[in-house]
């Protein structure tokens, strides 16, 4: 072989491997841009992650704070139920022992004796009178309605409401 040829050898080589040199130098570069690029992908979503933890551990503190708020309403709540039924349970015995001071009066004072006189303690200012003095409404009218009856009666059947209505036909015709 001669001395041309071994230079084109040589020269076709030295190419081959200014070629390689080049193209694993773009290969790492590639390889080292995709590795910078990922890198910073991760770091983006390590970040990412992170201010959602962070804004989920704010919605359960949020959370936690909103329940005790609740409880706090709640036991609150249970306080004034608690108050107002002592309350209501006060005034109910006030009332009872107002009722029986009245009753008392009734009993011992000259003019009311033997009456029993109903002294309603409700003033009208939208406080519910007791079970009781409705009972005792209903009997007390009750009583009342038989009483008139019983008037009527003694007065003769021509002043008893059946008698009259039957009266009044008979003048109509």
Excluded: C, F, Y
């Excluded at 936690?64 to 609150?76: D, G, I, K, T």
């Excluded at 006060?90 to 009722?99: I, K, L, M, Y």
């Excluded at 029986?100 to 009993?107: C, H, K, N, P, S």
């Amino acid at each position: 072989m001669d001395t041309t040829q071994i230079w084109i050898i040589i020269g076709v080589v030295v190419l081959a491997v200014i070629v390689i040199a080049v193209l694993v130098a773009v290969a790492r570069k590639r390889r080292t841009a995709h590795d910078e690029r990922s890198r910073r992908e991760a770091e983006a979503l390590r970040a990412r992650a992170a201010s959602e933890d962070l804004e989920a551990r704010e919605r359960e503190a949020a959370s936690l704070e909103a329940r005790a708020r609740a409880e706090r309403a709640q036991v609150e709540a249970d306080r004034l139920r608690q108050q107002a039924e002592e309350g209501t349970a006060a005034a109910r015995e006030s009332r009872d022992e107002v009722e029986q001071r009245l009753r008392r009066a009734d009993e011992i004072d000259p003019e009311t004796r033997g009456h029993h006189h109903r002294h309603d303690t409700d003033s009208g200012h939208g406080h519910d009178r007791n079970d009781a003095d409705r009972r005792r409404d209903g009997n007390d009218a009750d009583r009342r309605r038989d009483e008139n009856d019983d008037d009527r009666t003694a007065r003769g059947p021509a002043h008893a409401p059946e008698h009259r209505a039957a009266s009044d036909r008979d003048a109509d015709r």
